[in-house]
Each structure stands twice: as structure tokens, then as C-alpha cells.
């Protein structure tokens, strides 16, 4: 992070982890005092308890919220217009904050599920890869991850899912899923 080019980083797959693993780098980074926005897309209408732990790690990193929850899921009954503009806003901000050149690592969480959700275009997704500054490292998470972007980038990850409580029933655990 911060030396010669940056990597473009893809967390994706359909078992848990994605955001865990940028967050894990995050923290990394946060160690040697580099500077890192987390800019969620699709979480937004929830507490989790990453929120209260990155503000730990303030000033070095950010976290900012676009997203209105997730979407058509659980307790979502916002229109779907209204998550579209809430993402193509977070999309506007991540291209905003980028520009200013004052991060180090920046990890757009689940922006692959708006994509994926048509809710932002590929192609504004590319741009905002091709114009962020050369040295910045850019983590994109959230499954579904589109073909075009793997193939761009230098490292993708893949979270298979092999087996999880919610398969015998147990709910979501405080610390452990949120």
C-alpha cells in the first residue's frame, strides 16, 4: 500500500467473509498510519458493530455509509428506485473522495451487489477504477463479482461457503455476523 502502482483487489463468492477480509486489511493498514476509506454501498439501514470498531481506528480510517440496506431482502420495503439512487450517490462519493488523492487503500464495500443488482453500470464502475490515482489500492467486495472486473484485477479472492449456523437454524450473532 502507497508504493508503485496500486492493486485493484476483488472479495467475492457466496460465503461469509468479504467484508471481513477488507476490513482485516484495513486494519493492516491502518498500522502503518496509511489513510483508508470504507464507503459501503449496500448496508446502511442497520448497526453493526464495525461501525463503533472503525471509529476506533479514526483518524486513519473512514467509514461512510451510501446505501439505504439491503436490498429486497429480510425488512426492505423501499422502492427500488430509491436504493438506485442511493447507490448511484455512494458511486458520486466514492469518485469525489478518490479524486482528492488523500487515501491510501480505499474499500468500496458490496459496490458487486449494486452492480450485480443493476442498481450502478459496469462501466461507471471501470471508470472510477481507471481514474483513481496510480498508487491507491482499491478493494471492491460483495459477491457476484462481474467477469469484466476479475479479469482486470490483480488479486480476487473467493469466499465458498462450506457450512454455517443459519443452515441449522441459528440467527445472526452479535460480534460474529454483525
Known amino acids: 500500500m502507497g508504493q508503485g502502482r496500486g492493486l485493484l483487489i476483488i472479495y467475492t463468492g457466496g460465503g ?10 484495513a486494519i493492516r ?6 489513510r483508508v476509506l470504507i464507503l459501503q454501498f449496500i448496508k446502511g439501514s442497520w448497526h453493526y458493530g464495525e461501525i463503533d470498531g472503525l471509529r476506533r481506528l479514526a483518524p486513519e480510517v473512514t467509514l461512510m455509509q ?9 425488512d426492505d420495503t423501499k422502492p427500488l428506485t ?6 448511484q450517490a455512494a458511486l458520486a462519493m466514492a469518485n469525489r473522495e478518490i479524486a482528492t488523492d ?7 464495500d458490496e459496490i458487486n451487489y449494486a452492480l450485480n443488482l443493476g442498481l450502478i453500470t459496469l462501466d461507471d464502475v471501470k471508470a ?3 481514474n483513481r490515482p496510480r498508487r491507491l489500492d482499491l478493494v471492491l467486495t460483495g459477491n457476484y463479482a462481474h467477469a469484466d472486473l476479475i479479469e482486470q484485477a490483480d488479486l480476487v479472492t473467493e469466499m465458498r461457503e462450506i457450512k454455517h449456523p443459519f443452515q ?3 440467527m445472526a450473532k452479535k460480534g460474529i455476523d454483525f
Open 16 to 25: 461469509k467473509g468479504k467484508t471481513t477480509a477488507a476490513l482485516g486489511m
Open 66 to 74: 451510501g446505501g439505504e440496506g439491503f436490498v429486497g431482502i429480510i
Open 128 to 130: 472510477l477504477i481507471a
Open 102 to 108: 488523500a487515501y491510501d487503500l480505499v474499500i468500496l
Open 82 to 87: 430509491e436504493h438506485e439512487q442511493a447507490a
Open 29 to 34: 493498514a491502518a498500522g502503518y498510519q496509511h
Open 168 to 170: 441449522q437454524g441459528q
